[in-house]
């Protein structure tokens, strides 16, 4: 029941950011491989805020996301922008909750809508993120 609560004000904090926001299929490793719907809204000139729910293979298969993004700098045409959140793993009578880390590279292969993202996640253990999202304007 506990995780149930969680989880669901997770992803109504999550669906509070779909206005105005661009959502995104993403997948790949996170902790097992995993496919979910992430939400990305701009706030200010300089900042976007994330929310995500992912579906993992892993050992916990329910994986939420609340962060942000922050542009650095581009790797030739592909802007580089860092991501830090909160992370929570959820499933198998467990919950594991941390941040995360993570570097995003938009506009992958010179195709606006495709990003790669990469980094760390440290919830419980420090697991390694990599994954590839495509943007649905």
Same mark, same amino acid.
């Given at each position: 029941?506990?995780? +149930?609560?969680?989880? #669901?004000? +997770?992803? *109504?904090?999550? #669906?509070?950011?779909?206005?105005?926001?661009?959502?995104?299929?993403?997948?790949?490793?996170?902790?097992? *491989? /995993?496919?979910?719907?992430? *939400?990305?809204?701009?706030? /200010?000139?300089? *900042?976007?805020?994330?929310?995500?729910?992912?579906?993992? #293979?892993?050992?916990?298969?329910?994986?939420?996301?609340?962060?942000? =993004?922050?542009?650095?700098?581009?790797?030739?045409?592909?802007?580089?922008?860092?991501?830090?959140?909160?992370?929570?793993?959820?499933?198998?009578? =467990?919950?594991? $909750?941390?941040? #995360?880390?993570?570097? $995003? +590279?938009?506009?992958?292969?010179?195709?606006?809508?495709?990003?790669?993202?990469?980094?760390?996640?440290? /919830?419980?253990?420090?697991?390694?993120?990599?994954?590839?999202?495509?943007?649905?304007?």
């Amino acid at each position: 029941m506990k995780r +149930l609560a969680v989880v #669901s004000c +997770l992803l *109504l904090v999550v #669906s509070s950011l779909a206005y105005a926001a661009v959502p995104e299929i993403v997948g790949g490793v996170r902790d097992g *491989l /995993a496919v979910g719907l992430q *939400l990305e809204a701009g706030v /200010a000139r300089n *900042l976007t805020a994330r929310g995500a729910i992912e579906f993992s #293979s892993g050992k916990q298969p329910v994986i939420g996301l609340l962060g942000v =993004k922050i542009p650095l700098t581009g790797i030739g045409r592909m802007p580089l922008g860092l991501g830090l959140g909160l992370v929570g793993y959820f499933g198998n009578s =467990k919950t594991d $909750v941390g941040f #995360s880390l993570t570097f $995003v +590279l938009n506009r992958m292969l010179d195709i606006e809508p495709l990003f790669l993202e990469f980094g760390v996640d440290v /919830a419980g253990s420090g697991r390694a993120v990599c994954q590839l999202g495509y943007k649905i304007y």
